[in-house]
C-alpha cells in the first residue's frame, strides 16, 4: 500500500461540474503540495499546506491533519483544468500519490 | 525570478547508449532534487543535493545512474548504459530552504529503445 493514495485515479466530468479529487497518506507530515501536470509534462504547484484551507480562483484545497486526508476542489470546471492532479506530502521527503487524470469535456 | 531548467525537454536513446540530463535550479536555491516518474507509476525520489553535495541519495535505482552538482550551481543526472526501464519522465525541483518551497522543471522525457 503506498503511503499517500489519491482517488479517484481517473475522472470525466462536463464543463461546469464542481470536482474533488481527494489524497489520503499514512506518514507524519509537515505539509502537503497540490501539484498539476498538464499533458506537456511540466508541473505546477497549485498548493502547499499544513492546516485548514487555501483558496486560488477557482482551485481550493482543503486538509486534516488528524484524519490525515485533504482534498483538492475546482469549481466551475472547464477544459483547460483538464491535467493529472498529484498530491504529495512532506515527510522525511517529498512523497508522491499516483495522480489524478481530469478531463473536462466541453 | 527564472524557473527551473530542464535540459532536453525530450531524448530517444538506444538501449546502451548514454544520456545526461540537466537542471538548472533557481538562482539561489540550495536544494536541488530529482525524481523519475515511470510510466502508470507514481513519481519517485531520486536524490537531493545541498549545494554540491549529496544529502540523500537514497532513491538512485542503482550504479548506472550518476548525479552530479559542481559548484552548487546545475546539476546533471546521467545514465549510462540506459537500459529499457529507464524510460520515463525525469523531474527535478529546486527550494531555497529544505521541504518547503519547491519549484519544479517542466521535466524531461526519455525514451529509451
Known amino acids: 500500500k503506498n503511503e499517500v493514495e489519491q482517488s479517484p485515479q481517473n475522472l470525466t466530468a462536463q464543463e461546469g461540474e464542481f470536482i474533488t479529487i481527494n489524497c489520503s497518506y499514512s506518514?507524519?507530515?509537515?505539509?502537503l503540495h497540490w501539484l498539476q501536470q498538464h499533458p506537456g509534462g511540466g508541473i505546477v504547484s497549485l498548493f502547499m499546506?499544513?492546516?485548514g484551507k487555501k483558496k486560488h480562483g477557482r482551485l481550493i484545497a482543503t486538509i486534516n491533519i488528524q484524519e490525515k486526508h485533504s482534498s483538492l476542489h475546482i469549481t466551475a470546471s472547464h477544459p483547460r483544468d483538464s491535467a493529472v492532479y498529484i498530491c504529495?506530502?512532506?515527510?522525511?521527503?517529498?512523497?508522491f500519490g499516483q495522480g489524478t487524470r481530469l478531463t473536462i469535456n466541453p | 525570478e527564472a524557473g527551473v531548467t530542464q535540459f532536453p525537454s525530450h531524448s530517444v536513446i538506444e538501449k546502451g547508449q548514454t544520456v545526461t540530463l540537466r537542471c538548472d535550479p533557481i538562482?539561489?536555491?540550495?536544494?536541488l532534487y530529482w525524481y523519475r516518474r515511470v510510466m502508470g507509476k507514481e513519481i519517485k525520489f531520486l536524490l537531493h543535493?545541498?549545494?554540491?553535495?549529496?544529502?540523500?541519495e537514497s532513491g538512485m535505482p542503482n550504479n548506472r545512474f550518476l548525479a552530479e552538482r559542481t559548484g552548487g550551481t546545475y546539476s546533471t543526472l546521467k545514465v549510462q548504459p540506459a537500459e529499457l526501464e529507464d524510460s520515463g519522465v525525469y523531474f527535478c525541483?529546486?527550494?531555497?530552504?529544505?521541504?518547503?518551497?519547491?519549484?519544479f522543471g517542466s521535466g524531461t522525457r526519455l525514451t529509451v529503445v
Open positions: 504529495a506530502v512532506i515527510s522525511q521527503k517529498l512523497v
Open positions: 538562482s539561489g536555491h540550495d536544494n
Open positions: 499546506l499544513s492546516s
Open positions: 506518514v507524519g507530515i509537515s505539509a
Open positions: 525541483a529546486s527550494s531555497r530552504d529544505n521541504n518547503y518551497g519547491y519549484t
Open positions: 543535493f545541498v549545494k554540491e553535495s549529496k544529502q540523500d
